[in-house]
């Protein structure tokens, strides 16, 4: 089994694709500001996934999880300012992605660390 076998890391694209979609509206004066760190951190919640897992090591994947929660809130984070600055309003649809995928990150943690502690 891969990363790619992962629901996970399969919602995680999923997300990419709907923040370059819902960014590519945002004004032009934006494309170097919101637009480009809401797409980073939207495109390195997958990558770290995808890294972690192959690293080799169960501690070293769960700090690549641990990365990719971070990347998740901050495009949370960012997607909370691009709403209150009136670019986008921030769908329900994409919250419920995000909680999902913040809980499934959550609950492969737990697993893989359960596994490092039998």
Do not use: C, W
């Amino acid at each position: 089994m891969t990363h790619k076998d992962l629901e996970v890391y399969k919602l995680s694209l999923d997300l990419v694709e709907e923040i370059y979609s819902l960014t590519k509206d945002f004004p032009s004066s934006e494309n170097y500001g919101l637009t480009s760190q809401l797409r980073r951190a939207a495109v390195s919640l997958p990558s770290n996934i995808a890294e972690g897992s192959s690293r080799g090591s169960t501690k070293d994947f769960i700090r690549f999880l641990n990365i990719a929660s971070g990347s998740l809130s901050e495009v949370e984070t960012q997607l909370i300012i691009a709403e209150r600055i009136g670019y986008v309003a921030f769908p329900d649809t994409l919250k419920n992605n995000i909680n999902s995928i913040q809980k499934m990150l959550y609950r492969l943690k737990e697993a893989l660390t359960k596994k490092i502690n039998d």
